[in-house]
C-alpha cells in the first residue's frame, strides 16, 4: 500500500499550467484552502509514519502540491522513511537539485525519483517553467542523468523516471528531449496529456470522453490515500478539487488513527452525494477505466508504449539497437529484453 504524505506547499515556480501555484485551475487553490499553506514539522511527519507502518503501508510518496525539496529539513524526513523501513517516492521540477543533494537523497533511500522536464532547450524551458534561471534549468536537465549514474552503484538502484508534459508552449520538443536522455539509458521517459482543473467540473483531459457511466465504489483511481500538509486524509487525487466542500467532514491524522481515516474516507466516498456526484463528472474515472494498452512501437532506440493520454519510453539495449523492429516487439512481448538487460548488468 502507497501513501502520499504532503510536507509542504512550497514550490520554486509559478509555472502557468500549475493548478496550485500558476493558473491551471479555475479559483485561487490556496485562497480557498489557507490551512493548507503551512509545512508540517518533523515531529507531525514522524507520528504519521508510525501510523502508517502500523496499517501495513510500503511506500511513502512525497510528491507535495509544490515542490519537495523546497523543504528545508528534507534529508531528515528521507532519513525518517527509512527508519520505519519504508519506500520513499519523489516527484520532482528538479531545479533545486545540485549533485550532492542528489548523492544525499540516494544514501537516505530514495527509491524512485520522477523529475519533470518540459524541454531540454533553455529558451523553450524558461517560458514553461517560471521563473526559471539558467542554473535551475541546468540543475533540472542533469538531474535524471546524475540519479542514473550515482545510483548504479546501490542495491536495488533508484528507478530514474522524465515525465514530459506536452503544452502549446514545448510542441516539438519530445524528440529533443527523448534523443537527450538516450545514451544515459533512464527506466522511463513519460510523455502525457495536460488536463484542465475546475472547481466544479472536476479535472477533465480533452482526449477522455466521458463514456462511463459512473458505478459508486468502483473507481480504480481511488485509494492512494493523501495526507495534505493540515493533516486532512483524503481518498485521491480528484478529492483535491472539490475538498473545501466537505472540509468538515474530512478526517485528520494528526488527531486519529490511520485506520479510522481510511473509515470515514471510504464511507464519504461511497455514501456522501458531493462525493458521488464529483465522481460522476471527473476525467480520472473514465481514464482509469480506458487506460489500457493500445499499442507499441520502435522509434529511435526506443520501445514505447501508448496509452490513452500517455506514452511510455523505454530505452533500447545498445546491443539490441539494430535489430529489426519486429524482432524487438516480438522480444519485448515475450519479456526477453529484460532478461538481456539482467544478463548485461550482471556481466559488468
Known amino acids: 500500500m502507497d501513501l502520499l504524505i504532503q510536507v509542504t506547499a512550497k514550490c520554486n515556480y509559478t509555472c502557468g499550467m500549475c493548478p496550485f501555484h500558476g493558473e491551471g485551475y479555475s479559483g485561487d487553490y490556496f485562497g480557498e484552502r489557507p490551512e493548507l499553506k503551512r509545512e508540517m514539522t518533523l515531529e507531525e511527519i514522524e507520528e504519521i509514519l508510525k501510523k502508517a507502518q502500523d496499517f501495513g503501508v510500503e511506500t511513502i510518496d512525497l510528491t507535495p502540491n509544490g515542490e519537495f525539496f523546497t523543504y528545508k529539513q528534507w534529508r531528515e524526513v528521507l532519513g525518517l522513511i527509512q527508519k520505519y523501513k519504508m519506500k520513499s517516492r519523489v516527484t520532482s521540477n528538479g531545479g533545486l537539485l545540485e549533485e550532492q543533494d542528489i548523492k544525499d537523497a540516494l544514501d537516505l533511500g530514495l527509491s524512485h525519483i520522477c523529475l519533470s522536464i518540459d524541454s531540454v532547450n533553455y529558451e523553450i524551458y524558461k517560458i514553461v517553467r517560471k521563473p526559471a534561471t539558467k542554473k535551475t534549468f541546468e540543475n533540472a536537465i542533469n538531474a535524471p542523468i546524475l540519479f542514473k549514474k550515482y545510483s548504479e552503484k546501490r542495491e536495488p538502484p533508484c528507478y530514474v523516471q522524465v515525465q514530459f508534459t506536452e503544452q502549446p508552449e514545448n510542441q516539438g520538443e519530445i524528440q529533443a528531449m527523448l534523443d537527450f536522455y538516450r545514451p544515459y539509458e533512464l527506466n522511463q521517459i513519460t510523455v502525457g496529456k495536460m488536463c484542465t482543473l475546475d472547481s466544479q467540473k472536476g479535472v477533465e483531459y480533452k482526449e477522455v470522453e466521458n463514456t462511463f457511466s459512473y458505478e459508486v465504489g468502483q473507481c480504480p483511481s481511488y485509494g492512494t490515500y493523501i495526507i495534505q500538509t493540515s493533516g486532512s486524509f483524503l481518498g485521491c487525487r480528484g478529492q483535491f478539487y472539490f475538498y473545501p466542500r466537505l472540509k468538515d467532514k474530512i478526517p485528520n491524522i494528526f488527531t486519529q488513527s490511520f485506520a479510522e481515516c481510511k473509515k470515514q474516507c471510504d464511507d464519504l466516498y461511497l455514501h456522501n ?3 458521488i456526484d464529483y465522481c460522476h463528472k471527473c476525467s480520472y474515472y473514465t481514464r482509469s477505466n480506458q487506460d489500457f494498452l493500445q499499442k507499441t512501437f520502435i522509434e529511435k532506440g526506443y520501445f514505447a508504449q501508448v496509452y490513452l493520454n500517455q506514452i511510455r519510453y523505454f530505452v533500447i539495449p545498445a546491443p539490441l539497437r539494430e535489430l529489426d523492429p519486429k524482432i524487438l516487439l ?16 550482471d556481466s559488468k
Open 273 to 275: 452525494d458531493i462525493f
Open 330 to 345: 516480438f522480444m519485448y512481448k515475450k519479456n526477453m529484453v529484460k532478461e538481456i538487460k539482467d544478463f548485461i548488468k
